[in-house]
């Protein structure tokens, strides 16, 4: 007689490879006041289509608050989107849009991150940007030591003198909350991008992305939606490096993208 119990499949020895969560990746847009709509683009399969910055043929001076593309964007960028620039050999550099940048141009209106929160009007990029220096379209958020996701569920249970001791429940809502933890770092793009958003009562744009499972896949497990920064914490412990604590509600639907196979 065959064994109920024991589906055929668990008497095969198989190694699970577990997917190590230092490869889970967390990207944060800027958002315009009321927009409802995605500032990161997919494709049919729902693979995601981020651009690739690329500074024109002529440095950035320092103080400069324009920057000239060498190519022209592919999608609008809002203010308060902060760029990581990099060059081949690894130098970074920063900026923040101080106005919307539009599709079909190639040109950044800029500054320092000071200009954009009203520290000090008018200021530029703090660094000569070289031409060839390039930057994520949204920006990464660097040095995690963690990058969670915890969905809650509301049910609202009832009990009458049919179901006993048992519920009857339906569900009502949920709600998806993030935090990604990690030890703060100048020209983290990403966490400057959800303070300043913070700072101007604005919503961000939050994407976290799984790696993809194995080979046969690529892109893993997406979460993404608008969201609102709910807290940002930094401590200076005598003894260790200054930390850079997000955490960060969803609003409203989030877009669940399971793995794209190859």
Known sequence: MANLF??????????????????????IAAMAPRQQTSPVVTDPSGLLQVQTLEVGAADVAQGSTTITLAANLSQDIQIGQVHR???????EFISVLTQKALAGTNQLTVGGLNAILGSVPGEGI???????????????????????????YQNEE???????????????????????????????????TAHVAAELGRYIWVV?????????YRQGLVHMGRALLSQQTR????SGKISDDLSWGWQGAVRIIHPIPV
């Not at 024991?6 to 889970?24: C, F, I, S």
């Not at 620039?85 to 130098?91: D, I, L, N, S």
């Not at 703090?126 to 809650?152: F, H, M, Q, V």
């Not at 976290?208 to 046969?216: A, I, L, Y």
Request: proline share 10%.
């Open 235 to 238: 401590t200076a412990p005598q």
């Open 6 to 27: 024991l589906m055929p499949e668990q008497n095969l020895v198989v190694q699970h490879e577990a997917t190590p969560g230092w490869e889970v990746q967390v990207y």
């Open 85 to 91: 620039w990099v060059t081949v050999e690894g130098f």
């Open 158 to 192: 009832t009990k009458t003198f049919n179901t006993g001791l048992g519920r009857d429940a339906v569900p009502t809502g949920g709600n998806k909350d993030g935090a990604a933890s990690g030890i703060a770092y100048y020209y983290n793009a990403g966490s400057h």
């Open 126 to 152: 703090p660094e000569t940007i070289p031409a060839g220096a390039k930057a994520c379209a949204i920006a990464y958020l660097w040095d995690r030591s963690n990058a969670d996701i915890t969905p809650t």
């Open 208 to 216: 976290r992305m799984e790696p993809p499972p194995n080979d046969s």
